[in-house]
């Protein structure tokens, strides 16, 4: 008879309560505009319109015909989901398996974590799956989840010493671009020959998609061109939102507490140091390179993000934080590890316990999102919702007898997902001042600047959600 293992199902309980937390929360509020964002980039480059060339790029955006393409977007999750799209038409749908596809490869990048760190899987799995990378990186995101997958497999193999890991990186930057400050982890390879050889892997993908840019857009660097004059035109435009660094720092502030109460009580009993021979648990031996790629990591991160975090709106801070997260929890899970190991060669309660506590605390925090949301995530702004804000504002057009008409809204992509003709409300003002314009007041949403409506509209339409303006002298383009 098969002996019953607690640490074992309450692994399995935490990795199906995790996806169940997922589900749910995709659910009831709906994809995120970044996921939304890279589904229709997606839709975009398969679109035989692009593929033939037939096509005009606008300030960095492509609106021609059906295709919306944010060409300042990494391309692989894009590359991903225009696949997914193709299979499965409808996009709630596809969507939702893009994101079970990559919540069961990112269990398996954490299998690989734990076996290459040599550390307790049940620890690494409760502090990982936690209600920031569900909410965040998921829902919410849409190359983030993608970018982490790769990124903690080339983390592990060139603590691993392995040149694969450069490979892996490549990856990790073509899936978020926030990633290439990790780059220079690359030199904690093995010797100079792997070194050499993690480079050349990491080139492969990167000269892919530069081939790419050079045929579609005349430049193999229009890419990543685009992608900072995003980051250049954002710098400056908001403060550091404290709710943003909260929720990047929560988990990792969480973890660092606990590893302070173990660290202490090992002092304490005198255990520190010595290393467990308990059956059944490997024991950690932690090399410098271990340590050192974990520090690296996080001093990296966090430069990352000092230099890219600051302009972006509150949910885009919390986002476009995950590295910091990732590097954090990764240091913290092998400190945390190190620790209840060593602890465990006298008590026999670390392992069990430190997965209780931080399941416990992982699994308030689902209630919490789940139960609460956020103020730019409530199901009324839930793009699948039939009576969601947006859903009502289309049928306010229709009865303004606007809904064919181009339209130019602060929920762009939300409304290009609902099949209308949104654009960017940085248009050309030329344009701008001649399509009707619909403004949401969601917390999420940049309001458009009172200057684009001051006297050159009429309100057609207002309540608290949104309001709908006419330009004096517009024109319905239907195309």
């Known amino acids: 008879m098969m002996e019953y293992d607690p640490e074992l199902f309450l692994l399995g309980a935490l990795i199906l309560i995790s996806l169940f937390a997922l589900i749910s929360i995709y659910n009831s509020q709906g994809p995120g505009v970044n996921l939304t964002s890279s589904y229709l980039y997606g839709k975009g480059i398969t679109n035989s319109q692009f593929s033939t060339g037939s096509f005009i790029v606008t300030n960095g955006t492509i609106y021609t015909g059906s295709i919306f393409i944010e060409t300042f977007r990494e391309p692989l999750s894009g590359f991903i989901l225009g696949t997914i799209a193709i299979l499965i038409p409808n996009p709630y749908y596809a969507l939702l398996l893009y994101m079970i596809i990559l919540y069961f490869a990112f269990v398996a990048a954490l299998y690989n974590l734990s076996k290459n760190l040599n550390v307790n899987k049940f620890i690494v799995y409760a502090m990982f799956l936690n209600p920031y990378v569900i909410y965040f990186m998921f829902v919410f995101g849409g190359s983030e989840i993608l970018s982490a997958i790769f990124l903690m497999l080339s983390i ?84 550091l939102y404290l709710n943003s660094l909260a929720s990047i720092l929560i988990y990792p502030i969480v973890y660092g507490v606990l590893f302070a109460l173990l660290y202490f009580t090992s002092k304490a009993h005198g255990f520190y140091g010595r290393v467990m021979k308990r059956p059944g648990i490997t024991s950690i ?102 009576n969601s804000v947006y859903a009502n504002s289309i049928s306010e057009l229709k009865a303004l007898n606007l809904s064919n008409c181009r339209i130019v809204s602060n929920a762009w992509i939300y409304m290009r997902y609902l099949n209308v003709r949104a654009y960017s409300y940085l248009y050309p003002n030329s344009s701008t001042f001649r399509y009707p314009i619909v403004d949401f007041s969601s917390d999420a949403l940049k309001q458009i600047p009172y200057y684009y409506v001051e006297n050159e509209t009429n309100v057609r339409y207002s ?15 239907s195309s």
């Open 463 to 477: 309540n608290l959600n949104y309001s709908i303006f006419v330009p004096k002298n517009y024109t319905c383009y």
């Open 285 to 386: 031996q932690l090399p410098e390179k271990v340590r050192g790629v974990a520090y690296a990591s996080v001093i990296l991160a966090i430069i990352g993000w000092i230099i890219v975090e600051p302009g972006f709106s509150s949910l885009n801070q919390a986002i476009i934080g995950f590295p910091v997260t990732i590097a954090l929890i990764t240091m913290l899970v092998i400190l945390i590890g190190d620790t209840v190991n060593k602890l465990g060669n006298r008590l026999s309660y670390p392992v069990p316990a430190a997965t209780l506590i931080i399941s416990i605390i992982v699994m308030l925090g689902f209630v919490y999102y789940y139960y609460t949301g956020l103020t730019y995530a409530q199901a009324a702004y839930n793009i699948e919702n039939i």
């Open 156 to 239: 592990s193999y060139i603590m691993k010493g392995s040149a694969k890991s450069g490979l892996l990186m490549g990856l990790a930057n073509l899936s978020n671009y926030a990633t290439f400050v990790f780059l220079p982890l690359l030199i904690f390879v093995e010797n100079k020959k792997k070194v050499l050889l993690s480079f050349v892997f990491w080139s492969i993908p990167t000269l892919l998609w530069m081939l790419f840019n050079y045929i579609f857009f005349g430049s193999p660097f229009f890419g990543y061109y685009r992608a900072l004059i995003n980051i250049a035109f954002t710098l400056g435009k908001n403060p």
